[in-house]
């Protein structure tokens, strides 16, 4: 078992960090803070100066990666495709549509994402907690959005996993998000919920997006119109580009 430093806060401090770091910054709906105590890490990698202004962002685009159409397969939207045999887990779809504020479809939106397993692993060398890792599952999928703007994704519901910020940390099983626009210097990425989970109380990255009604459109809900009969279950989630009631991103 993976035991935190013992310097690490308890959930009980955290708890009061919270309440101090609501009492002091205001509810702000249209951004997370950068700077959130309870959310230990973010004191080390929070932006301290200003954002540099783009001069000439053609230039810009002239050095960054190309993304095609051509290069997405529709086996990228099945994270349960691919591999030798089926993940582990609870089969889920995913889907819901990209807007603008005026909520008008944002059609050919590349929209990456990626997640735990079932046990709450991440295929990845940083993930050493002691879950087992899923020979048949990426944890890694893409599509485009179609004409109406939506995405769709068939995957695994992810587990909560540890982390170490404090004693008994545990993240919201959640999914990562990331958006690109026209460009990719327009990439925003952010995560979604699955609604009940009791660990939301908890969790100093959720909680750093101060606004209740801004946390509430992290999460998406359960659409029994959506799940399949002996097949999966089905939740949906829309994400709104910018405007009153933007999906909150981590890196505005
Ligand atoms: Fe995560």
């Given at each position: 078992m993976t035991t935190p430093p013992t310097t690490a806060p308890t959930q009980a401090e955290i708890d009061a960090a919270i309440v101090e770091a609501d009492r002091t910054a205001p509810p702000d709906p249209h951004h997370p803070n950068r700077d959130y105590p309870p959310y230990r890490s973010s004191a080390l990698r929070h932006p301290r100066q200003p954002l540099l202004p783009i001069v000439d962002p053609e230039a810009v685009e002239l050095a960054g990666p190309v993304f095609g159409a051509?290069?997405?397969?529709?086996?990228?939207?099945?994270?349960?495709?691919?591999?030798?045999g089926e993940p582990a887990g609870q089969r889920i779809t995913v889907t819901g549509r990209v807007v603008d504020r005026s909520g008008r479809p944002v059609p050919r939106q590349l929209v990456e994402i990626w997640q735990a397993n079932a046990a709450g692993r991440y295929a990845h060398d940083l993930d050493q907690h002691p879950a087992p890792l899923d020979p048949n599952f990426t944890g890694f999928g893409r599509c485009l959005t179609d004409d109406d703007g939506s995405y769709a994704f068939t995957t695994i519901r992810p587990g909560a996993y540890p982390w170490r910020n404090h004693v008994n940390a545990w993240r919201p099983a959640h999914i990562h998000f990331s958006l690109f626009g026209t460009a990719f210097t327009q990439r925003m990425v952010t995560q979604m919920y699955f609604p009940g989970d009791p660990l939301f109380r908890y969790d100093p990255v959720l909680r750093s997006v101060t606004d209740q009604a801004a946390r509430d459109r992290l999460v998406a809900r359960y659409d029994h119109d959506l799940s399949v009969a002996e097949w999966s279950l089905g939740f949906r989630w829309d994400i709104v580009l910018?405007?009153?009631i933007s999906t909150l991103f981590e890196d505005r």
């Open positions: 051509t290069d997405v397969s529709s086996l990228d939207s099945d994270l349960t495709l691919g591999l030798a910018d405007g009153p």
